[in-house]
């Protein structure tokens, strides 16, 4: 099966950029999806198609995707920020889809 | 507004049954893939099946043969049947519309507020 590999955590300033990776064998071959979950919450969509924002999302939200990592990108951290990312592929081999084990932002 | 809301889960013994009801207001479930997504407590997302809009259906290993998605076009609501469940099927579960771009580029763009299925004795 493929597998999505995220960091477990990650920590940033107020006002800092906030990176957050997500690595798969030829990753940047497919498109990637990026959901923010708060505590008790739906998913959210953040970034769809690598690089795409849906409408209502944040400018400072922004992603990249090529070779091995896609990466999330938060620029101008909020504490509002403050939350799961979890990555999202689709396995064109198995026609399945797969999420990333998800990576706690804490803006402190 | 586009919504959907989930329904259905609850308390039940091991080996028992179940079916998950998601209503979808403002989209046309049959028009569009559909998908269930659970997450398990204090646990990350995982992927359990989809439905495309031809009716092909799709699974995540672990629920195969267990499992069964499908739609009611005249009540535009998803489904999930499931049968012979475990204790490591206690999770939260979520439908949601999926966004198609291409082959590769599915992105789950409209989430409902999920259900929590509890299966124990």
């Known amino acids: 099966s493929y597998d999505l590999t995220q960091p477990p955590s990650v920590s940033v300033s107020p006002g800092q950029t906030a990176s957050i990776t997500c690595s798969g064998d030829k990753l940047g071959s497919i498109y990637v999806s990026w959901y923010q979950q708060k505590p008790g919450q739906s998913p959210v969509l953040v970034i769809h198609?690598?690089?795409k924002r849906p409408s209502g999302i944040p400018e400072r939200f922004s992603g990249s995707n090529s070779g091995n990592t896609a990466t999330l990108t938060i620029s101008g951290t909020q504490a509002m920020d403050e939350a799961d990312y979890y990555c999202q592929a689709w396995d064109i081999n198995t026609v399945t889809v797969v999420f990333g084990g998800g990576t706690k932002l804490t803006v402190l | 507004e586009v919504q959907l809301v989930e329904s259905g889960g609850g308390l039940v013994q091991p080996g028992g049954s179940l079916r998950l009801s998601c209503a979808a207001s403002?989209?046309?479930?049959?028009?569009?893939?559909m998908t269930w997504v659970r997450q398990a407590p204090g646990r990350g997302l995982q992927w359990v099946s989809l439905v495309d809009s031809d009716g092909r259906t799709y699974y995540t290993d672990s629920v195969k043969g267990r499992f069964t998605i499908s739609r009611d076009n005249s009540k535009n609501t998803l489904y999930l049947q499931m049968n012979s469940l475990r204790a490591e099927d206690t999770a939260v579960f979520y439908c949601?519309?999926?966004?198609?771009?291409?082959?590769?580029?599915?992105?789950?763009?409209?989430w409902g507020q999920g259900t929590m299925v509890t299966v124990s004795s």
């Open positions: 949601a519309r999926i966004q198609r771009a291409g082959t590769t580029g599915y992105a789950f763009d409209i």
């Open positions: 403002g989209l046309t479930v049959s028009s569009n893939y």
């Open positions: 198609q690598d690089t």
